[in-house]
């Protein structure tokens, strides 16, 4: 088992930028893809970004080109650099890890002017 911690979130006007981080307690591992998920009020979970054991990425259309996902094995941290963020980004985001089924505890981003 892996235990998730995100940092980083925060209250943020539109067309600003966060870093999120999620340190693992345990060793994330070169093989474990890891991800980040969101979840606005009165929604679902829905996914955002993926890294891969092999460096590939994935992404919400919604997120494309805004967003960066990035890992750092050596620090056992992974990273979500977001980038332009809109009002729509307003959401809890979790750090999540394929291998193993763990999630964070969540990160508050608020997009408000």
């Known amino acids: 088992q892996v235990h998730l911690v995100e940092s980083g979130g925060g209250l943020v006007q539109p067309g600003g930028s966060l870093r999120l981080s999620c340190a693992a307690s345990?060793?994330?591992?070169?093989?474990?893809?890891m991800g980040w998920f969101r979840q606005a009020p009165g929604k679902q979970r829905e996914f955002v970004a993926r890294i891969r054991s092999n460096g590939n990425t994935d992404y919400a259309d919604s997120v494309k080109g805004r967003f960066t996902i990035s890992r750092d094995n050596a620090k056992n941290t992974v990273y979500l650099q977001m980038n332009s963020l809109k009002s729509e980004d307003t959401a809890v985001y979790y750090c999540?890890?394929?291998?193993?089924?763990?999630w964070g505890q969540g990160t508050q981003v608020t997009v408000s002017s």
């Open positions: 999540y890890d394929f291998r193993t089924n763990s």
């Open positions: 345990g060793t994330i591992g070169s093989l474990s893809a």
